[in-house]
């Protein structure tokens, strides 16, 4: 078992930028690879980034390419997602999940190879 713990977001103005945390506890973090997910109202949760359990590897969803980022510090068991030029389309719930993966370079982009969520944290972007 292991638990997360979103923070980080709020309201921002377009253009701005934010940075999430995921602070896992429970299990041995290193061991998961991690994603950030969002869901905006009406629509389905869609993938916005991922990252391997060793760091090496990421991978992004078409619509935050070169402006989010995520990384990770496995000595702090603490995942991030650095959210630069954010659009009011960025709008959404985002969660951070885990996935308990076999290889230190895997990392899924899919939403159902994840064996544990957050609670999530509300970003807003609007003027």
Do not use: H
Not at 33 to 56: D, L, N, T
Not at 83 to 96: F, G, I, Q, S
């Amino acid at each position: 078992q292991v638990q997360l713990v979103e923070s980080g977001g709020g309201l921002v103005q377009p253009g701005g930028s934010l940075r999430l945390s995921c602070a896992a506890s429970g299990r041995t973090f290193s061991s998961f690879a991690m994603g950030w997910f969002r869901q905006a109202p009406g629509k389905e949760r869609e993938f916005v980034a991922a990252i391997s359990r060793s760091g090496g590897n990421t991978y992004y969803g078409d619509s935050v390419k070169g402006r989010f980022f995520i990384s990770r510090d496995n000595a702090k068991n603490t995942v991030y997602l650095q959210m630069n030029r954010l659009k009011p389309e960025d709008t959404a719930v985002y969660y951070c999940a885990a996935d308990q993966a076999l290889s230190v370079y895997y990392c899924a982009i899919v939403a159902r190879e994840y064996d544990y969520w957050g609670q999530g944290t509300q970003v807003t972007v609007s003027s």
